[in-house]
């Protein structure tokens, strides 16, 4: 997996955008409080498995990840970020465009190489700095989660990165 590019903000400033042809922000990786994403699992594990092994950077603790797709579903709204931006009348919309450039800048060619088109590549960037937008509006008009919620969504993640244990002989059993 190779990043096409992150797009971040820190509290209220104004949305940055990093590519891979560039260091890694020292700003983002110094961090030392919390990371809020839309489906947050995604990018903690992008960070975990990628980021920090391509950057030799260490990756944030599992404690300083908020997941406001978690927050949506814990004021009963739907986890999609479109779906709880239209549920809160936010102004803020997402780009319904973004999915169709994941598709084309991120699915091999019948060639097998990529497409890296600079006009798709910079639409994905607008595309990638307005999702930070409409995340962090919408997060600013939602309940916050609770000490409990974000306890209980940090160990559903480390539920799902630890796995399940399988009693692999039995399985064969039931199988035979």
């Known amino acids: 997996t190779v990043p096409l590019c992150m797009a971040y ?19 983002v990786y110094q961090h030392k409080g919390q990371f809020r994403a839309h489906n947050a699992g995604f990018d903690r594990l992008i960070y975990q ?7 030799k950077v260490i990756p944030p603790d599992l404690t300083q990840w908020y997941c406001t797709a978690a927050q949506a579903a814990a004021n009963c709204l739907p986890r999609s970020l479109d779906d709880v931006g239209r549920a809160v009348k936010s102004e803020m919309r997402k780009d319904y465009r973004g999915a169709q450039l994941i598709r084309l800048l991120s699915i091999p060619q019948a060639d097998g190489t990529f497409n ?5 590549m910079r639409e994905m960037y607008r595309y990638c700095e307005r999702d930070v937008e409409v995340m962090r509006a ?7 989660l609770t000490d409990d919620e974000l306890e209980d969504y940090q160990v559903n993640e480390e539920i799902n990165d630890r796995g399940v244990k399988i009693d ?6 039931a199988i035979q």
């Not at 498995?49 to 950057?55: H, Q």
């Not at 890296?116 to 798709?120: E, F, K």
């Not at 692999?168 to 059993?173: D, G, N, Q, S």
Request: one cysteine or more; aromatic letters at 12%; glycine letters at 0%.
């Open 9 to 27: 903000a820190f509290d209220d400033e104004p949305v940055q955008l990093w590519t891979p042809d560039r260091a890694f922000p020292a700003r």
């Open 138 to 144: 919408i997060s600013k008009r939602l309940r916050q």
């Open 116 to 120: 890296n088109d600079p006009t798709l």
């Open 49 to 55: 498995y990628v980021i920090s092994e391509d950057y």
């Open 168 to 173: 692999v002989e039995l399985c064969r059993a």
